[in-house]
């Protein structure tokens, strides 16, 4: 079975400063994705980076990185110089290649608080 | 370029009534996602559809829900006998592909409160 655990349900950040939210998932597919999207408070999912397993090198996307350590099963998103505007709940979600089938999974999520 | 289109956006229902839900794909994605997410927390899967096929319906209540993805027109979410349990938002999602690194286009979700 596959399964996405996000440990934090809330997170302040000092605007300016960077912040880790983290994730953990579990799965025995050999090949998996693994993805993180954000909603604010409007209720939109909005996908932020996608980091695949056999990804040598860590996801960038302007200002969020993706910290993979595969073999701690960890996927932590990395927000640096956060901005008001970052305040939104905060999904990480994965896809596997055998066992997931076709759909994504989601985490329950971390809220994200930035703070002037 | 329009994303994926939700409709309504918000849907009021009295226990009892139908409920149902419209998307259109981004254009060029042939793949649709629906997902529940109840208050405050993550989006549950529901169903994956191509065009005039279910693919995938593992998370769909074995009662009162349905969904379809017809050749002609959007995909539909159908809900029959609503229940204030339902009340959720509902969104779909769309995709050109099944790879991996295929990450899915939301539409703007459909807010159902059952009364």
């Known amino acids: 079975a596959q399964k996405i655990t996000q440990t934090q349900p809330g997170m302040f950040v000092q605007e300016k400063e960077a912040v880790t939210l983290d994730c953990t998932y579990d799965?025995?597919?050999?090949?998996?994705?693994l993805f993180w999207y954000k909603q604010p408070s409007s209720g939109e999912m909005i996908f932020l980076i996608y980091?695949?397993?056999?990804?040598?090198q860590n996801a960038t996307e302007g200002r969020y990185s993706l910290n993979f350590q595969k073999a701690r099963k960890s996927a932590n998103l990395v927000i640096s110089a956060s901005q008001l505007g970052d305040s939104a709940m905060y999904f990480c979600a994965m896809r596997g290649a055998v066992t997931g089938g076709f759909k994504t999974i989601f985490g329950a999520g971390t809220r994200l608080f930035v703070k002037a | 370029n329009a994303g994926v289109m939700q409709n309504p956006r918000h849907l009021v229902r009295r226990r009892g009534q139908e409920a149902r839900l419209r998307c259109s794909p981004m254009?060029?994605?042939?793949?649709v996602y629906w997902y529940r997410q109840l208050p405050e927390e993550g989006l549950k899967f529901m169903v994956y559809l191509q065009k005039e096929n279910i693919i995938d319906e593992s998370g769909m209540p074995k009662e009162r829900f349905s969904a379809e993805f017809p050749k002609e027109g959007p995909s539909i979410l159908r809900i029959q006998q609503v229940v204030r349990g339902d009340s959720a938002a509902y969104f779909c999602?769309?995709?050109?592909?099944?790879?991996?690194?295929?990450?899915?286009?939301f539409g703007s979700g459909t807010r159902l409160t059952v009364v």
């Open positions: 254009k060029g994605h042939s793949h």
């Open positions: 799965t025995s597919d050999p090949s998996y994705g």
């Open positions: 999602a769309s995709s050109s592909g099944t790879d991996l690194n295929y990450g899915y286009t």
């Open positions: 980091q695949g397993s056999y990804d040598q």
